[in-house]
């Protein structure tokens, strides 16, 4: 039996998605990537995928046709379910101008991401994804961090044909890599979700 993905300790009795199943709306890309999961860690990020999606719809719908259906079809239905976080994201937008594509002020609603979520998500994405293309778990001896982005960072621009790029479906998730072989414990992680929302993350070692 495989070790689970993602937190290298219980058997990875089940298959979970990386990343989550639940930011893509029917029909599913079919080049989705699971990994072995054990049912502690599979189970139990059903609410921060669930809560990833809703802020994620809200951000990328009306940029693309899929991320429309995204929010329509998926995110509609679990607020109507989740009435407390349909309140909380109610209280916490903000209405703020901003310059369309046209040179045209429009008026945009500002959504604040629940960032623990967030950043659970990426973290869980990075280590089953680390697995599904090494072999092996992210190593114990390595930190995890996820950072926010507003695009590509410029200083990375160079060296970004480096990295190994990966596209699931029709664009929805393009994820860009690299995994040291020198030292595993280096890893470098670039998400774009939907053209819309980014975020990176990176291992390194743990220094005694
Ligand atoms: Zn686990």
Not at 10 to 26: L, M, N, S
């Amino acid at each position: 039996m495989p070790i689970c993905a993602i937190c290298g300790e219980r058997e990875g009795i089940t298959r979970d998605h990386v990343p989550p199943k639940a930011i893509f709306p029917r029909p599913r890309p079919a080049n989705l990537v699971t990994v072995p999961a054990c049912p502690e860690c599979n189970n139990g990020a059903s609410d921060n995928d669930d809560l990833f999606k809703v802020f994620l719809s809200m951000q990328a719908a009306g940029n693309n046709e899929i991320a429309t259906r995204l929010f329509q079809e998926k995110t509609v239905r679990t607020l109507e379910r989740n009435q407390s976080l349909l309140t909380a994201i109610r209280r916490e937008s903000t209405e703020a101008e901003v310059v369309n594509n046209q040179g045209h002020l429009e008026t945009r609603t500002g959504v604040l991401w629940n960032s623990a979520a967030h950043d659970a998500v990426i973290e869980r994405t990075i280590r089953g994804l680390y697995f599904h293309h090494s072999g092996s778990q992210v190593p114990n001896d390595a930190n995890l961090s996820v950072q926010w982005l507003h695009g590509v960072p410029e200083e990375m621009l160079p060296n970004i044909h480096l990295l190994n790029e990966v596209v699931l479906g029709d664009n929805q998730v393009t994820y860009k890599y690299i995994i040291y072989e020198n030292d595993p414990r280096h890893s470098l992680w670039l998400f774009d979700f939907y053209g819309a929302h980014w975020a990176s993350g990176h291992t390194s070692p743990i220094y005694p």
